[in-house]
């Protein structure tokens, strides 16, 4: 008695294996747009941070120490200190 699988088993197991492989291929697929759906979302994040700390920025501009505009701060800084 010969163990040979017939035309129609095969396909039938073919069938069987491919159909959770193609799910599988399709959840890999969701996940990679979820990932860079993210990476997107964390780069406008960066984005924006850097915005806030630019306009931040603009009109605080530091002064080295000694010069004469960090020199008028400090007092401006005492005056206002003394007022309140």
Partial sequence: MQRTISRRAFVI???MLSAPLAVIAQDKDKNKEKKEEK????????????DKIDDA????????PGTDRSQDRRQ???RDAVKK
Avoid: C, S, Y
């Fill in 76 to 78: 401006d800084r005492r």
């Fill in 57 to 64: 920025t603009d009109g605080n501009a530091v002064d080295g």
């Fill in 13 to 15: 197991t073919l069938g």
């Fill in 39 to 50: 990476k997107k979302e964390a780069e406008e994040k960066k984005e924006e941070a850097k």
